[in-house]
């Protein structure tokens, strides 16, 4: 599980380094992608799940865009 949860925060973290670089467009990563950054970066590097023993440090970039998204209010809203 370790493994699988690495390769999906690594994958994750290039997709942020494309956004920072602007590779990827922020809004189209943030409506498709934001809340699977954020329960990732939850369960596997702050502890959600359990000690992963991955190295936030080494991830700057996703831990740096899921906190941007934590901090915005959703522009989306579901229509009833």
Same mark, same amino acid.
């Given at each position: 599980?370790?493994?699988?949860?690495?390769?999906?925060?690594?994958?994750?973290?290039? &997709?942020?380094? %494309?956004?920072?670089?602007?590779?990827?467009? #922020? =809004?189209?990563?943030? /409506?498709?992608? !934001?809340?699977?950054?954020?329960?990732?970066?939850?369960?596997? &590097?702050?502890? %959600?799940?359990?000690?992963?023993?991955?190295? #936030? =440090?080494?991830?700057? /970039?996703?831990? !740096?865009?899921?906190?941007?998204?934590?901090?915005?209010?959703? &522009?989306?809203?579901?229509?009833?």
């Amino acid at each position: 599980m370790r493994q699988d949860a690495i390769f999906l925060v690594n994958f994750l973290d290039t &997709i942020a380094i %494309g956004v920072r670089q602007k590779v990827y467009m #922020k =809004d189209i990563v943030k /409506d498709n992608l !934001a809340i699977i950054m954020m329960d990732a970066v939850a369960r596997f &590097i702050e502890g %959600g799940w359990g000690d992963f023993k991955i190295n #936030k =440090d080494h991830l700057r /970039d996703l831990v !740096a865009l899921v906190q941007e998204l934590r901090d915005q209010r959703p &522009i989306h809203t579901a229509v009833p």
